[in-house]
């Protein structure tokens, strides 16, 4: 089975360990990325098993505008995987190429909220919709709000993924030390400083906490300067550390550095947090997590973590407080964590789901290309 793949979240180098899976279980895969997203180069890896074919790519880093300028040329594979919103530019180009090359074609989707898109955007979502052979939801509710869009053709829920050889737990003392951080309880976020993400919600939370705290903010991001203003007003600037960017490879040993992962995203009118992976990489590493109530984090970490009412800092802060006081409670997340990741978010999971997919597509499209399939390893 021979896939084209478009996918500019496949930059990144950790998010490209399905596609490893995916080709051990016999799919000829090659990926269309962008030489770089926003500020971030393409990470590459000898890891790599597919083929990365690297292309001009406009506007990035924005989700609706962005697009390849160079010449496709006909596509030479039995399928393709976009895995780009169905309402964007990318889409709809790769989508007119596919139906002028009578090539089966998938979409994919995180908005977790019901929206109506201004033209051209809903123009392009409408011909997604007419002319692709199934979509992928990241989410249960994500799949609903598909089918409240008008879109009845098959839908698979294929969550994210990690490869947990990558993602485990590991002494990371020189970092902590190199961080001066040896005495210190952790307290960490990785992500965007966007306004979703209400960060001043920690570092409020961070204020009602004693001085053993720190908060070590790892990402980049519009919100920076309010928040460092926030933090001096609430004099808690001294125990803030802030980390601009790290390779994605470096991800682990930060998850190890931090004794408890927050993620305190906030419903905006017209967002919220759609999954949350720095949760499971956090699970993985059984580092114990506390979320809010927005959007899927609940679902993501189930029983192997903490929630609290989003926006409420009186409630987050007191969960921390029993985090740091209690190290069987920590231990217990922890280990429940894992086996959570382990049972449901791991790279070989997602990727024998694509697989179930993509046969499944093929098999209606083609009597032949069903028999092609009887020789994968599954």
Known sequence: MKVLMVS???????????????????????????????NHPL???????????????????????????????????????????????????????????????????WQNVCKKYPF???????????????????????????????????????????????????DVTPLRRRLGLENAFIIGFVGRLSVIKALPDLIRALSLLPAPFVLVIIGEGDCRAELERLAVSLGVASRIRWIPWISSLEVPDYMNLLDVLVLPSRTMPKAKEQFGRVLIEAMACEKPTVGSTSG?????????????????????????????????????????????????????????KHLNLFREVLARCSPVADNRLTGLRS
Not at 15 to 38: A, N, S
Not at 49 to 60: D, G, K, N, S, V
Not at 325 to 342: D, I, P, T, W
Request: charged residues 25%.
């Open 8 to 38: 500019k979240a496949s930059t990144v180098a950790v998010h490209r360990g399905r596609l490893r899976e995916l080709v051990k279980l016999g799919v000829d895969l090659t990926v269309i990325v962008p030489p770089r997203w926003g």
């Open 43 to 109: 990470e590459t890896t000898e890891a790599d098993e597919c083929e990365l074919r690297m292309l001009p790519c406009w506007f990035t880093p924005y989700n609706h505008f962005h697009f390849y300028p160079a010449r496709i040329g006909p596509i030479d594979a039995d399928l393709v995987y976009l895995e780009e919103e169905p309402w964007s530019l990318v889409t709809h180009q790769f989508m007119r190429l596919c139906v002028k090359s009578n090539k089966p074609a998938i979409f994919a989707t």
């Open 120 to 170: 051209p955007f809903n123009l392009f979502e409408r011909y997604t919709f007419s002319h692709a052979m199934a979509g992928v939801a990241g989410t249960d509710e994500i799949k609903e709000i598909l089918r409240t869009k008008g879109f009845e053709k098959p839908v698979s829920v294929i969550p994210h993924g990690l490869d947990p050889d990558m993602f485990f737990k590991r």
């Open 296 to 352: 899927g984090i609940p679902h993501v970490i189930g029983d192997a973590g903490l929630i609290f009412p989003e926006g409420e800092v009186d409630a987050l802060a007191a969960q921390l407080r029993s985090l740091q006081q209690n190290a069987e409670l920590r231990a217990r997340l922890g280990s429940k964590g894992r086996a959570r990741v382990l049972a449901n978010y791991t790279n070989k999971k997602i990727a024998e």
